[in-house]
């Protein structure tokens, strides 16, 4: 595989050095006498334009590297006099599906798209959903409370005489 690829590299060398033969060999200025007959467009330099002077769209040349100025480093070292107060848990999405008053009193149907199918029957006091109670059952108010952060939320579930 060598000897062969080597074989072609001095063949073509061979070509190269007996069809230039003809030509004298002496100092020369590198450009062949041809080379006046070609014609290249001159080489332009990249301009920014700026946006308040108007140009025409077919001199618009943009330069590929160029990039905008990052923006000035404002960051400061964090002082111990600034504090971020962290954003308060979010609640679980629930949905109230109804209420319904009986001997015992109130009872409120809450499900959670988190759990598909699951619906809780829940009274004043009682826990569900693993860390939840409901803390206050009074139509029209409905209070969720977090066993966990001590985070409530309420909820407006109809007067009594409401239906869903």
């Known amino acids: 595989m060598k000897t062969s690829l080597l074989l072609l590299l001095a063949l073509a060398l061979t070509l190269v050095f007996v069809i230039d033969a003809d030509q004298p060999v002496g100092a020369s200025t590198g450009i062949p006498d041809t080379f ?11 301009q920014r334009s700026t946006k308040n002077e108007p140009a025409d769209a077919g001199s618009i040349i943009r330069d590929p590297f160029f990039l905008p100025a990052p923006p000035p480093d404002t960051s400061e070292a964090p002082s111990a006099s600034v504090v971020q107060a962290a954003a ?35 009274r004043e006091g009682e826990d569900f959903n693993e860390n939840f109670r409901i803390s206050k059952l009074l139509p029209p ?8 952060s001590r985070q409530s939320w309420t909820f407006n579930i109809g007067k009594e005489e409401d239906e869903y």
């Open 88 to 122: 308060p848990p979010q609640l679980p999405v629930f949905r109230i599906l109804g209420k319904q008053e009986d001997d015992a009193g109130w009872a409120v149907f809450v499900s959670s798209p988190d759990k598909p199918g699951a619906v809780w029957v829940v």
């Open 141 to 148: 108010v409905l209070i969720i409370k977090n066993t966990r």
């Open 36 to 46: 006046e007959a070609l014609v290249i467009p001159p080489i332009r330099s990249l």
